[in-house]
Protein backbone atom coordinates (compact mmCIF):
# COMPACT_ATOMS: atom_id res chain seq x y z
CA UNK A 1 0.00 0.00 0.00
CA UNK A 2 1.52 3.37 -1.16
CA UNK A 3 1.64 6.06 1.37
CA UNK A 4 2.52 9.45 0.86
CA UNK A 5 2.71 11.50 4.04
CA UNK A 6 3.05 15.72 3.91
CA UNK A 7 4.38 17.40 6.79
CA UNK A 8 5.56 20.73 7.48
CA UNK A 9 2.85 23.23 6.92
CA UNK A 10 1.45 26.28 9.74
CA UNK A 11 1.20 30.04 9.39
CA UNK A 12 3.88 32.26 8.51
CA UNK A 13 4.12 35.90 7.87
CA UNK A 14 4.59 37.09 4.28
CA UNK A 15 8.14 36.87 3.51
CA UNK A 16 8.17 33.98 5.53
CA UNK A 17 10.15 30.59 4.82
CA UNK A 18 8.25 26.79 5.25
CA UNK A 19 10.18 23.65 4.50
CA UNK A 20 7.93 21.02 3.20
CA UNK A 21 8.31 17.26 3.71
CA UNK A 22 6.61 14.00 2.05
CA UNK A 23 7.65 10.60 3.41
CA UNK A 24 6.59 8.07 0.81
CA UNK A 25 6.15 4.83 1.58
CA UNK A 26 5.07 1.58 -0.11
CA UNK A 27 6.29 2.42 -3.71
CA UNK A 28 8.54 0.10 -5.40
CA UNK A 29 11.31 2.20 -5.78
CA UNK A 30 11.19 5.42 -5.01
CA UNK A 31 14.30 6.85 -6.61
CA UNK A 32 12.18 5.52 -9.75
CA UNK A 33 9.67 7.66 -9.48
CA UNK A 34 8.90 11.33 -10.26
CA UNK A 35 7.82 13.12 -7.48
CA UNK A 36 5.13 16.16 -7.11
CA UNK A 37 4.11 19.11 -5.21
CA UNK A 38 0.34 20.45 -6.07
CA UNK A 39 -1.67 23.18 -4.14
CA UNK A 40 -4.98 23.81 -4.13
CA UNK A 41 -6.67 26.89 -2.46
CA UNK A 42 -10.43 26.90 -1.35
CA UNK A 43 -12.47 27.21 -4.37
CA UNK A 44 -9.78 27.13 -6.84
CA UNK A 45 -8.37 23.85 -9.39
CA UNK A 46 -5.64 21.95 -7.70
CA UNK A 47 -2.78 23.22 -9.71
CA UNK A 48 0.94 22.71 -10.29
CA UNK A 49 3.83 23.78 -8.09
CA UNK A 50 6.99 21.75 -9.18
CA UNK A 51 8.31 18.58 -9.94
CA UNK A 52 11.60 16.73 -9.79
CA UNK A 53 12.79 13.62 -12.14
CA UNK A 54 13.56 10.39 -10.89
CA UNK A 55 16.11 10.35 -14.01
CA UNK A 56 18.42 12.54 -13.04
CA UNK A 57 16.97 15.17 -10.48
CA UNK A 58 16.04 17.96 -12.70
CA UNK A 59 13.10 20.33 -11.86
CA UNK A 60 10.52 22.31 -13.38
CA UNK A 61 8.47 25.08 -12.10
CA UNK A 62 5.03 27.02 -11.96
CA UNK A 63 6.02 30.02 -12.81
CA UNK A 64 4.32 31.85 -9.62
CA UNK A 65 6.87 29.79 -7.30
CA UNK A 66 9.69 30.24 -9.90
CA UNK A 67 12.74 31.74 -7.64
CA UNK A 68 10.85 30.94 -4.67
CA UNK A 69 10.55 27.55 -4.00
CA UNK A 70 13.15 24.63 -4.23
CA UNK A 71 11.88 21.28 -4.68
CA UNK A 72 14.20 18.47 -3.81
CA UNK A 73 14.63 14.58 -2.85
CA UNK A 74 16.78 12.48 -0.28
CA UNK A 75 16.06 8.58 -2.23
CA UNK A 76 17.99 7.36 0.87
CA UNK A 77 15.07 8.78 3.02
CA UNK A 78 12.17 8.14 0.46
CA UNK A 79 11.48 11.86 1.07
CA UNK A 80 10.85 14.81 -1.21
CA UNK A 81 11.21 18.17 -0.21
CA UNK A 82 9.49 21.34 -0.77
CA UNK A 83 11.52 24.81 0.34
CA UNK A 84 9.26 27.61 0.45
CA UNK A 85 11.13 31.48 0.60
CA UNK A 86 9.62 34.47 0.07
CA UNK A 87 5.93 33.62 0.91
CA UNK A 88 2.95 35.74 -0.33
CA UNK A 89 -0.78 35.76 0.89
CA UNK A 90 -1.39 34.20 -2.32
CA UNK A 91 0.45 31.00 -1.52
CA UNK A 92 -2.15 29.99 1.16
CA UNK A 93 -3.59 26.57 -0.29
CA UNK A 94 -3.05 23.10 1.26
CA UNK A 95 -0.45 21.43 -0.63
CA UNK A 96 -0.62 17.64 -1.87
CA UNK A 97 2.88 15.59 -2.63
CA UNK A 98 2.17 13.40 -5.02
CA UNK A 99 4.40 10.28 -7.00
CA UNK A 100 4.20 9.82 -10.96
CA UNK A 101 4.60 6.22 -12.37
CA UNK A 102 7.75 4.19 -12.16
CA UNK A 103 9.97 4.94 -14.67
CA UNK A 104 8.41 7.46 -16.43
CA UNK A 105 7.92 11.26 -17.43
CA UNK A 106 4.84 13.37 -15.79
CA UNK A 107 3.96 16.50 -16.88
CA UNK A 108 2.37 19.62 -14.95
CA UNK A 109 -0.77 17.31 -15.42
CA UNK A 110 -2.09 16.56 -12.01
CA UNK A 111 -3.66 13.24 -14.39
CA UNK A 112 -0.41 12.11 -14.45
CA UNK A 113 -0.09 11.30 -10.80
CA UNK A 114 -1.13 8.03 -9.54
CA UNK A 115 -0.44 8.17 -5.94
CA UNK A 116 -1.42 11.49 -3.59
CA UNK A 117 -1.00 12.71 -0.07
CA UNK A 118 -3.76 13.77 2.61
CA UNK A 119 -2.20 17.21 2.01
CA UNK A 120 -0.95 20.15 4.24
CA UNK A 121 -2.13 23.54 5.11
CA UNK A 122 0.07 26.76 4.06
CA UNK A 123 -1.24 29.76 5.51
CA UNK A 124 0.35 32.72 4.79
CA UNK A 125 -0.67 35.94 6.43
CA UNK A 126 -0.19 39.60 5.19
Known amino acids: QVQLVESGGGLVQTGGSLRLSCAASGLTTFSSYDMGWFRQAPGKEREFVAV????????VYADSVKGRFTISRDNSKNTVYLQMNSLKPEDTATYYC??????????????????WGQGTQVTVSS
Open 52 to 59: IRWSGGST
Open 98 to 115: AAGTEGRWVTRDKRDYGY
